[in-house]
Nanobody
Framework: QVQVEESGGGLAQPGGSLRLSCTAS?????MGWYRQPPGKQRESVSS????????YRESVKGRFTASRDKGDENTVYLQMNNLKSEDTAIYYC?????????WGPGTQVTVSS
């Protein structure tokens, strides 16, 4: 069983920044960042694989950056800049390993003045 955990959520003002971390009990093959805004369905935000290839949903392009930890193959980050109120959501990490998906419990991000 792969263990996955997110951290780094919190309260930010519009225009502010937060950095989320996702740590798993196995090294990175591929993973995705997802979020679930209040009252809405979960949606894909970004993805990154062990080659460093990334993808982003249109609304976060130019503001969010996914990256790998250079010294730890089990950790990835999501740098979120220029945050907007519509970024408020629970953010989840999905770690792909051995053909299965493993989800973290989520971390709350609230963007409000």
């Amino acid at each position: 069983q792969v263990q996955v955990e997110e951290s780094g959520g919190g309260l930010a003002q519009p225009g502010g920044s937060l950095r989320l971390s996702c740590t798993a009990s196995v090294s990175l093959f591929a993973m995705g960042w997802y979020r679930q805004p209040p009252g809405k369905q979960r949606e894909s935000v970004s993805s990154i694989n062990n080659y460093g290839s990334t993808s982003y949903r249109e609304s976060v392009k130019g503001r969010f950056t996914a990256s790998r930890d250079k010294g730890d193959e089990n950790t990835v980050y999501l740098q979120m800049n220029n945050l907007k109120s519509e970024d408020t959501a629970i953010y989840y990490c999905k770690w792909i390993w051995g053909g299965r998906d493993y989800w973290g419990p989520g971390t709350q991000v609230t963007v409000s003045s």
